[in-house]
């Protein structure tokens, strides 16, 4: 069982920036594509970003692209979502998932909502961001 940690959320000003990293403590994440995803309050769960196995092809929601950029840090063994201009909309508890398949699931970030699971397999418990003066 891959666990999954989330970390850096926090309050954060509106047009201000946040990093948040996602760890798999006791294992690697080299051979699973990577997602991040949101639940705001009185919402349903949406897909924010997926990056490959490699780090070699990456994935955003139209809500995020331009102010989101997700990574990987192999030497920290970490997949990071650096989020910039944040918006109060974006507040949500976003989680990280995980798939042992070197792509992300072969949909736009909108309609991975309508695979199993959103494609993913392991999930983290996540980690709350509030957008908010």
């Known amino acids: 069982q891959l666990q999954l940690v989330e970390s850096g959320g926090g309050l954060v000003q509106p047009g201000g920036s946040l990093r948040l990293s996602c760890a798999a403590p006791?294992?690697?994440?080299?051979?699973?594509?990577i997602g991040w995803f949101r639940q705001a309050p009185g919402k349903e769960r949406e897909g924010v970003s997926c990056?490959?196995?490699?780090?070699?092809?990456?994935k955003y929601a139209d809500s995020v692209k331009e102010r989101f950029t997700i990574s990987r840090n192999n030497a920290k063994n970490t997949v990071d979502l650096q989020m910039a201009s944040l918006k109060p909309e974006d507040t949500a508890v976003y989680y990280c998932?995980?798939?042992?398949?070197?792509?992300?699931?072969?949909?736009?970030?909108?309609?991975?909502?309508?695979?199993?699971?959103?494609?993913?397999?392991?999930w983290g418990k996540g980690t709350l961001v509030t957008v908010s003066s």
């Open positions: 998932a995980a798939v042992y398949q070197p792509e992300c699931p072969p949909v736009t970030i909108e309609t991975m909502s309508l695979l199993p699971n959103y494609g993913m397999d392991y």
């Open positions: 006791g294992n690697t994440l080299d051979y699973y594509a």
């Open positions: 990056i490959t196995s490699s780090g070699g092809s990456t």
